[in-house]
């Protein structure tokens, strides 16, 4: 099982450098924590903590995993990833582990923004919040590995403001703000069409204590799928030859 | 060590980089790989060493097929690129660790190997630095202890002593001989340096335009009269540093 060795082998040694990178895991929970101290009291006023949270976990997933493709344009750059690319390490395992390596960072923050939103008046099941977390790995898992293949190919230089800029609109299209139910109609099936609405609702779902339902199973699935298509994805960009 | 037959790369868009090249490398030679820029050096290298396809021909590398064997290839071969492959913020020790363990090393026989190569290339003591912190030559040094962590039976250099004041090129010549007469490596090398083609290797390859245009021991192409300067004027018209860029070719 030299995948999973290799996989693991990766995995903790960029575990080990997103966790010497302290800078980067406090100031991409800033953003959110932020939101849940200033934007939270007033949200509090129309909804609910319950509906808010997952939606700041959803902004963080977004622009953790999804700007995950930084490292590798580093890495790229620096020759480190040509060097990885001539030892017999599994293609794969080369993204699966800096992949799984970028959720443990996305799992910190997520925590950390749970606690803060349990202190600001969260009342969610602990058992609906660990399971939103496990949701928020996978999401992280398909985010991460799509931000590394899309770092792989476009123009380095260009993929900080183009994820950047598609973050947003992806982000306000989730319902992360406010539900899309109060939408409009041509704003409510333009959100259906992205996969983060329906990993958010899911999340709430969790989140209100509702775990056997027909949003959840299809946030779950979702969010799988998304993981399982983008994996399979970096996995072909890793082993195109210009990579 | 080496044997190609007819390999040969074309680019999408139509450019032909490499056009039929045949050679052969024997076990234990030093073969420089000479060539203007955009001659089509390093889409060879890159070929021989998995990271780029074939488009034609064969190649049988450390003994196995470059296309149907490239893991097995990987396995036998060390590579070190022109740019190196060290991160700027991460621990080299930790790095080479890494590196041997992707290897199929365990953790204590890389812990050891790692040790062993930094004693071996005078870089004890520097294996928490950060690849940032390191001189141009140190980083050349662990460059070539990255090529080095699995023993590879074949080594490949793609200008090894780029931007390494003398000191450190003479240096790093020494290295590889001594590699080569104690370990018995197989070194195949690119350089722009005609000097050091002259030093270390026993035999020369030169390519033009994607083919091979001679190939001899730098004695015998010199043939006691010029210099590899004049022979390699003569052979491509073109001096060693003219023409455009080798990147990407």
Same mark, same amino acid.
């Given at each position: ?243 | ?50 990271? &780029?396809?074939?488009?034609? +021909?064969? *190649?049988?590398?450390? %003994?196995?097929? =470059?296309?149907? #064997?490239? @893991? ?47 004693? &071996?290339?005078?870089?004890? +003591?520097? *294996?928490?630095?950060? %690849?940032?912190? =390191?001189?141009? #030559?140190? @980083? ?110």
């Amino acid at each position: 099982m030299t995948v999973v060795r290799d996989t693991w082998l990766i995995f903790r040694h960029n575990v080990r450098i997103s966790l010497r990178q302290k800078a980067g895991i406090v100031f991409g929970v800033l953003q959110p924590l932020l939101y849940l101290a200033l934007f939270g009291p007033l949200f509090a006023t129309i909804g609910t903590w319950e509906i808010l949270v997952p939606g700041l976990l959803l902004q963080v997933a977004l622009f953790s995993a999804g700007m995950a493709g930084f490292g590798i344009v580093f890495d790229a750059r620096s020759g480190v990833l040509e060097r990885l690319r001539v030892t017999p390490a599994h293609r794969v395992a080369l993204l699966l582990g800096r992949v799984l390596g970028t959720s443990v960072t996305l799992l910190i923050q997520s925590v950390v923004l749970v606690a803060a939103g349990y202190a600001f008046g969260l009342r969610a099941p602990v058992p609906g919040a660990l399971a939103g977390l496990v949701l928020m790995i996978l999401l992280g898992i398909g985010l991460a590995a799509l931000s590394n293949a899309i770092a792989l190919t476009m123009n380095p230089d260009a993929f900080a403001p183009v994820m950047g800029t598609a973050m947003v609109p992806l982000l306000l299209l989730s319902g992360a703000f406010l539900p899309m139910s109060m939408a409009p109609g041509w704003l409510d099936a333009l959100s259906r069409v992205t996969p983060f609405r329906h990993v958010l609702e899911a999340l709430r779902e969790l989140f209100a204590g509702r775990y056997a339902t027909g949003t959840v199973a299809a946030g779950v699935a979702v969010a799988l799928a998304l993981a399982v298509a983008c994996v399979a994805v970096g996995t072909r960009v890793f082993n195109r030859e210009n990579a | 060590m080496i044997k190609t037959s007819a390999l040969s790369k074309t680019f999408p868009g139509g450019v032909e980089a490499v056009r039929g090249v045949d050679m052969a490398v024997e076990a234990g030679e030093i073969v420089g790989f000479l060539g203007p820029n955009g001659a089509g050096k390093t889409t060879t290298m890159r070929m021989l060493t998995t990271l &780029l396809t074939p488009s034609g +021909g064969s *190649a049988t590398v450390a %003994g196995h097929d =470059l296309v149907t #064997g490239p @893991r097995e290839v990987r396995r036998r071969i060390g590579y070190v690129s022109q740019g190196g492959g060290i991160g700027p913020a991460d621990p080299v020790g930790e790095e080479l660790e890494l590196h041997a363990m992707l290897y199929g090393m365990r953790p204590a026989e890389a812990r050891e190997r790692v040790a062993e190569l930094l004693d &071996l290339f005078s870089l004890t +003591g520097l *294996a928490d630095r950060p %690849g940032g912190a =390191l001189s141009g #030559g140190q @980083r050349r040094r662990f460059d070539l202890a990255f090529g080095l962590v699995h023993r590879p039976s074949l080594l490949f250099l793609d200008e090894p002593t780029t931007g390494l004041d003398p000191q450190s090129r003479a240096d790093l010549w020494a290295h590889i001989r001594r590699l080569r007469d104690e370990h018995g490596l197989t070194v195949f090398l690119t350089t722009h340096y005609l000097d050091e083609a002259d030093a270390l290797a026993d035999r020369l390859i030169i390519i033009d335009h994607g083919v091979i245009v001679a190939e001899g021991t730098p004695a015998g192409l010199k043939g006691g009269t010029g210099t590899l300067d004049d022979v390699f004027l003569s052979i491509t018209g073109r001096s060693l540093r003219d023409g455009t860029t080798d990147e990407g070719r």
